[in-house]
């Protein structure tokens, strides 16, 4: 079981930065690939940023490379997203997930492959 609590989120004009960051609680936090997606009104939650539990591996949708990165770190149990020259077309709520896996350097980029999620946290950036 993974608990993920995300914060971070706020109010920021375009061009501006934010970090994100994902605590987890639970046993199986550095046996988790995390993921970050996102969900902007009236539309579906898409993928964003991925990073694989044992190499730290990661992959972004085309939409985040170059501006954000994703990090991890499994002594402190937490998964992070700095987010550089940000657009109004990012605004949305942000969800932290975590998919237990066997596999050290695997990446996860569908929803459905996750199995734990946060509650989400707001970005809102004004243009």
């Known amino acids: 079981q993974v608990q993920l609590v995300e914060s971070g989120g706020g109010l920021v004009q375009a061009g501006g930065s934010l970090r994100l960051s994902c605590a987890a609680s639970?046993?199986?936090?550095?046996?988790?690939?995390m993921g970050w997606f996102r969900q902007a009104p009236g539309k579906e939650r898409e993928f964003v940023a991925a990073i694989s539990r044992g190499d730290f591996r990661t992959d972004y949708a085309d939409s985040a490379k170059g501006r954000f990165t994703m990090s991890r770190d499994n002594v402190k149990n937490t998964v992070d997203l700095q987010m550089n020259s940000l657009k109004p077309e990012d605004t949305a709520v942000y969800y932290c997930?975590?998919?237990?896996?066997?596999?050290?350097?695997?990446?996860?980029?569908?929803?459905?492959?996750?199995?734990?999620w946060g509650q989400g946290t707001q970005v809102t950036v004004s243009s």
């Open positions: 639970g046993r199986t936090f550095s046996n988790s690939a």
């Open positions: 997930a975590a998919k237990p896996s066997p596999y050290r350097s695997r990446l996860y980029m569908a929803e459905y492959q996750y199995d734990y």
